[in-house]
């Protein structure tokens, strides 16, 4: 709510402490354009990186097809 409070338009990214990511460009290039995706349509957008072997101790995400009922 204190972010609304602050700009009802604005946008949020949240990062969990627990990543790596070697390549920094590319990654940063990703979260801009979670950001203009975000911005345009007014929605979440999830990103996500591709396990390289199970850590169940943090849980994943199994994503699913986005339906119109849902889409943004």
């Known amino acids: 709510m204190r972010l609304v409070h ?10 969990p ?4 990511y070697a390549d920094e460009r590319k990654f ?7 950001f ?3 911005e345009a349509a007014s929605c979440v957008i999830l990103l996500g990186a591709s396990a390289t072997a199970p850590e169940v101790e943090y ?3 199994e994503p699913e ?4 009922a849902v889409s943004c």
Do not use: K, R
């Not at 602050?6 to 990062?15: E, K, M, T």
């Not at 402490?17 to 790596?20: A, E, I, K, P, V």
């Not at 940063?28 to 979670?34: I, L, N, R, Y």
């Open 17 to 20: 402490s627990d990543h790596h």
């Open 65 to 68: 097809p986005l339906t119109p």
């Open 6 to 15: 602050l700009d009802q338009q604005g946008v949020v990214a949240f990062f």
């Open 59 to 61: 849980g994943w995400i």
């Open 28 to 34: 940063m290039a990703e979260v801009a354009s979670a």
């Open 36 to 38: 203009a995706a975000a």
